[in-house]
C-alpha cells in the first residue's frame, strides 16, 4: 500500500515563512508525481493551492509557491498570514490513473 | 463561474447502498472529468476515484475496486457515485473535485460535500 507522509503538524509566526513537505513511499517524489496542494479551513471544503509541482492557480495568493525539495514535494508559504491557519493536503500521481493523498499538516499561524 | 452542487446528507444502515450525485455548471460538462473524495471525521483526504464524463471511463483506488461504481448523465451535467456494502467507516463527507481535461493528475474546483452517516 502506498502512503505519502506529510508533518502532522506546523507552527508559523505571523510574517513568517514556513515550508511543508510531502514524502512518498516508494522513494523520491518527481515532477512525475505531478504534487499538488489543497488548503482546508475548518468546516469547509478543500481549496487547489498549487499543482504540478509549482503551478498556481488564479486565486492561489503569491506569498505560497510549489517545488520539489530533495526527494519530497514542497509547498512554502513566505510572510504568514492569520488566515493562513488552515490543514494542507498534499496529492501525488502513481500512474494508471491512481492518486493517494498525504496525511495532511496542521498549520498554526502563531 | 463553475459550480459543482452535491445532494443532501444521508443515513444509511450497515450494508446498503448510498448514490450521491454532484451536478455541474459554468463549463463545459463533458471537457473535464471529474474525481471523487472522501474525508472521514477527524481524518485526512483519501481519493476514490475518477470518470471521464465524456465516454463514462471510470477509474476506482484499488482500495475501492468492487464496492464503488461512478456514473454520469450529459443531458443533466450530473455525475454520480454509488457506494455499496457501507458499514461503519464509510462514514464521512464525500466530495466530487473537477479534474482536468486531459490529465488525470489535475484538480481544482470542488463541491461543498455530502456527510454521509452508516449506523445502525
Known amino acids: ?110 | 463561474q463553475v459550480q459543482l452542487v452535491q445532494s443532501g446528507a444521508e443515513v444509511k444502515k450497515p450494508g446498503a447502498s448510498v448514490k450521491v450525485s454532484c451536478k455541474a455548471s459554468g463549463y463545459t460538462f463533458a471537457s473535464y472529468s471529474m474525481h471523487w473524495v472522501r474525508q472521514a471525521p477527524g481524518q485526512g483526504l483519501e481519493w476514490m476515484g475518477i470518470i471521464n464524463p465524456s465516454g463514462g471511463s471510470t477509474t476506482y483506488a484499488q482500495k475501492f475496486q468492487g464496492r464503488v461504481s461512478m456514473t454520469r448523465d450529459t443531458s443533466t451535467a450530473t455525475v454520480y457515485m454509488e457506494l455499496s456494502s457501507l458499514t461503519s467507516e464509510d462514514t464521512a463527507v464525500y466530495y466530487c473535485t473537477r479534474g482536468g481535461t486531459l490529465t488525470s493528475w489535475y484538480l481544482d474546483f470542488w463541491g461543498r460535500g455530502t456527510l454521509v452517516t452508516v449506523s445502525s
Open chain 1, 1 to 110: 500500500q502506498t502512503a505519502v507522509t506529510q508533518e502532522p503538524s506546523l507552527t508559523v509566526s505571523p510574517g513568517g515563512t514556513v515550508t511543508l513537505t510531502c514524502a512518498s513511499s516508494t522513494g523520491a517524489v518527481t515532477s512525475g508525481y505531478y504534487p499538488s496542494w489543497f488548503q482546508q479551513k475548518p468546516g469547509q471544503a478543500p481549496r487547489a493551492l498549487i499543482y504540478s509541482t509549482g503551478n498556481k492557480h488564479s486565486w492561489t495568493p503569491a506569498r505560497f509557491s510549489g517545488s520539489l525539495l530533495g526527494d519530497k514535494a514542497a509547498l512554502t508559504l513566505s510572510g504568514a498570514q492569520p488566515e493562513d491557519e488552515a490543514e494542507y493536503h498534499c496529492l501525488l500521481y502513481y500512474g494508471g490513473g491512481q492518486l493517494v493523498f498525504g496525511g495532511g499538516t496542521k498549520l498554526t499561524v502563531l
